[in-house]
């Protein structure tokens, strides 16, 4: 199982950054072409999530990306350290509705890009896990 681990500060300009290397560790590992626009469309809304949470809760930690490379699976997952951050939950009780709406939006857009994912929340943060397939190399024959 080979894993690549990102962390970044929660600023919105280093989500691009993510979704360009979780597309290209997902290219590496076998997802289909096809699939690699929702790659990075789905670990782009997870980490704007992270980074919205952290940034609305005052939080100071690193967001965090792994990617894992599995046998026959890809997964992201993607952490924040907010504080029971479900949906319609607010981080620290002090979400507004707005802000709530938003991020109930971005997990709907998050489980209609991504057939497995699993969204996971505790008191010292949350984790959002979304799985692909992959295909394994062609072999050349000779």
């Given at each position: 199982m080979a894993t690549v681990e990102l962390r970044f500060s929660a600023l919105p300009e280093h989500v691009r950054t993510a979704r360009l290397?979780?597309?290209a560790v997902a290219r590496?590992?076998?997802?289909?072409e096809?699939?690699?626009d929702e790659v990075r469309l789905a670990v782009g809304e997870a980490c704007t999530r992270a980074?919205?949470?952290h940034?609305?809760?005052?939080?100071?930690a690193p967001v965090h990306v792994s990617l894992i490379e599995e046998e026959k699976q890809f997964s992201i997952e993607v952490g924040d350290e907010a504080p029971g951050s479900?949906?319609?939950g607010a981080a620290s009780g002090a979400a507004s509705d707005a802000e709530i709406e938003e991020d109930e939006m971005g997990l709907a857009v998050i489980s209609?890009?991504?057939?497995?994912?699993?969204v996971?929340?505790?008191?010292?943060?949350?984790l959002i896990r979304m799985s692909w397939p992959t295909t394994p190399p062609a072999v050349a024959l000779s």
């Open positions: 290397v979780a597309a590496r590992a076998g997802v289909d096809a699939v690699l980074v919205g949470l940034q609305s809760g005052g939080i100071a479900v949906p319609g209609g890009l991504v057939d497995d994912v699993e996971i929340a505790g008191e010292h943060g949350g």
